[in-house]
Nanobody
Framework: VQLQASGGGLVQAGGYLRLSCAAA????????RAWYRQAPGKERELVAR?????NTDYADSVKGRFTISRNGNTVYLQMNGLKPEDTAVYLC?????????WGQGTQVTVSS
């Protein structure tokens, strides 16, 4: 499974961005897709995930602001009401029958 992330950038506080993560390869084996983020000096944290059945869950810090969705092989993370503390490298993730896969990170920077 190969994952390709895109959509990061620089935005002012209160703004929005949409991240995309396209999957290729043995996508039929994927059970869960997710977005993680890692800020400098902090541990990687789960932001949102969506299961094959479409069930979603979110980190408390992004509930009500971020929405994860899926369309075919691509998973999106719509991020509204961005805050400076959302600044991080965002990484897409997939869990399959055969293992765990990561895409390259995409930088999100929110200025105050």
């Amino acid at each position: 499974v190969q994952l390709q992330a895109s959509g990061g950038g620089l935005v002012q506080a209160g703004g929005y961005l949409r991240l995309s993560c396209a999957a290729a390869g043995n996508i039929a084996s994927i059970n869960t897709r997710a977005w993680y983020r890692q800020a400098p000096g902090k541990e990687r944290e789960l932001v949102a995930r969506i299961t094959r059945a479409g069930n979603t869950d979110y980190a408390d810090s992004v509930k009500g602001r971020f929405t994860i969705s899926r369309n075919g092989n691509t998973v999106y993370l719509q991020m509204n009401g961005l805050k400076p503390e959302d600044t991080a490298v965002y990484l897409c993730n997939a869990l399959s029958t055969w293992g765990e896969y990561w895409g390259q990170g995409t930088q999100v920077t929110v200025s105050s």
